[in-house]
Nanobody
Framework: VQLQASGGGLVQPGGSLRLSCAAS????????MGWYRQAPGKQRELVAT???????NYADSVKGRFTISRDNAKNTVYLQMNSLKPEDTAVYYC???????????WGQGTQVTVSS
């Protein structure tokens, strides 16, 4: 499984960005895709996940500001980030997992910087 993430960049506080992550390869139809982030000096943390069935999970810090969605036909997951704050600055990684897969897979990461 290969994951290609895109959409990061520099944005001012209060701004918006949309991340995309496309999965390719041996994709099982029942899976969970999601976003994690890692800020300098901190551990990687969950941002949001979404199952192929539509169930979602969000970190408390992003609830009400970020929205995860996916297009199962395209094996692509999106993260719409609104009302961005400087503390959202991090490298954002997408992840693919399935109970049928031997392991989880990670994308290469995309930098999100929120600064004035």
């Amino acid at each position: 499984v290969q994951l290609q993430a895109s959409g990061g960049g520099l944005v001012q506080p209060g701004g918006s960005l949309r991340l995309s992550c496309a999965a390719s390869g041996s994709i099982f139809s029942i899976n969970v895709m999601g976003w994690y982030r890692q800020a300098p000096g901190k551990q990687r943390e969950l941002v949001a996940t979404m199952s192929s069935g539509g169930s979602t999970n969000y970190a408390d810090s992003v609830k009400g500001r970020f929205t995860i969605s996916r297009d199962n036909a395209k094996n692509t997951v999106y993260l719409q980030m609104n009302s961005l704050k400087p503390e959202d600055t991090a490298v954002y990684y997408c992840k693919y997992g399935s109970s049928w897969s031997p392991r989880d897979y990670w994308g290469q990461g995309t930098q999100v910087t929120v600064s004035s």
